[in-house]
T-cell receptor, first 113, second 116 residues
Framework: DQQVKQNSPSLSVQEGRISILNCDYTNSMFDYFLWYKKYPAEGPTFLISISSIKDKNEDGRFTVFLNKSAKHLSLHIVPSQPGDSAVYFCAASTTDSWGKLQFGAGTQVVVTP | GAGVSQSPSNKVTEKGKDVELRCDPISGHTALYWYRQSLGQGLEFLIYFQGNSAPDKSGLPSDRFSAERTGGSVSTLTIQRTQQEDSAVYLC??????????????FGAGTRLSVL
C-alpha cells in the first residue's frame, strides 16, 4: 500500500519561475521527510529534509514546507533553473525505523528556457 | 571508492535464469540498503544490512530473492528463477550508520534488469 503519494507525475515550468512539488502521506507515524533528485542513469541524490518538529526548512533555492495536520509537504524551487530538470522523489521515515525510506512515485520536472 | 558502485549497470536475462547484482558501498559506511524501482513506480524498499546482518527480510518480494553482505562491505542481491515481473531498476544505497534516519543514504546508479 502506497503510504507516500506524489499525484503529479510531471511539471513544466519556465526558467526563473517557482516550481512547486507536492507530496501527501497517509502514515501519521512518519516524522522525517526527505526530497531526493534523480537525473537519468544516475542514482537519487539527497536534496533537503525536514523533521516533523518543524514546518519549514530552507536551503538556498530549495524550501520544504510541512503541514502535519494535512499530512502534506511541498518542495519549492525558486528560481527554477534548467539544471533542475530531473525527477524529484518525496520520501518519509520514522526515527525508530533504522533509516527505511518510503518513497513516492516521483515528479518529472522540466524547466524550459 | 568515492560513491556507491553497482554492477552490472544493465542485465538482460531469460526467464527462469538466476542473476546476481552487486553493490560496493561507500568505504566506511556500515549500513547498506537495497531498493527496486519498477516502471512508473517509486522506490520499493527490499532489505537493509547493518554490518553483515540483515535483521528484517520481510521486504523481499518472494523467496526467490536473497541478499548477503560480506566483510561489512560488498553486498550481493540474488534473484533465482527470474520472472518477467522482476524487471526493474535495482538500487543500492549506503549510509554511515543505521538507526539514525538523519544519516543520508547515498545511492548507486542502479542495475537495470530486464527479464525476457
Amino acid at each position: 500500500d502506497q503510504q507516500v503519494k506524489q499525484n503529479s507525475p510531471s511539471l513544466s515550468v519556465q526558467e526563473g519561475r517557482i516550481s512547486i512539488l507536492n507530496c501527501d502521506y497517509t502514515n501519521s507515524m512518519f516524522d522525517y521527510f526527505l526530497w531526493y533528485k534523480k537525473y537519468p542513469a544516475e542514482g537519487p541524490t539527497f536534496l533537503i529534509s525536514i523533521s516533523s518538529i518543524k514546518d519549514k526548512n530552507e536551503d538556498g533555492r530549495f524550501t520544504v514546507f510541512l503541514n502535519k495536520s494535512a499530512k502534506h509537504l511541498s518542495l519549492h524551487i525558486v528560481p527554477s533553473q534548467p539544471g533542475d530538470s530531473a525527477v524529484y522523489f518525496c520520501a518519509a521515515s520514522t526515527t525508530d525505523s533504522w533509516g527505511k525510506l518510503q518513497f513516492g512515485a516521483g515528479t518529472q520536472v522540466v524547466v524550459t528556457p | 571508492g568515492a560513491g556507491v558502485s553497482q554492477s552490472p549497470s544493465n542485465k538482460v536475462t531469460e526467464k527462469g535464469k538466476d542473476v546476481e547484482l552487486r553493490c560496493d558501498p561507500i568505504s566506511g559506511h556500515t549500513a547498506l540498503y537495497w531498493y527496486r524501482q519498477s516502471l512508473g513506480q517509486g522506490l520499493e524498499f527490499l532489505i537493509y544490512f547493518q554490518g553483515n546482518s540483515a535483521p528484517d527480510k520481510s521486504g523481499l518480494p518472494s523467496d526467490r530473492f536473497s541478499a548477503e553482505r560480506t566483510g561489512g562491505s560488498v553486498s550481493t542481491l540474488t534473484i533465482q528463477r527470474t520472472q518477467q515481473e522482476d524487471s526493474a531498476v535495482y538500487l543500492c544505497a549506503s549510509s554511515r550508520t543505521l538507526g539514525e534516519v538523519k544519516n543520508i543514504q547515498y545511492f548507486g546508479a542502479g542495475t537495470r534488469l530486464s527479464v525476457l
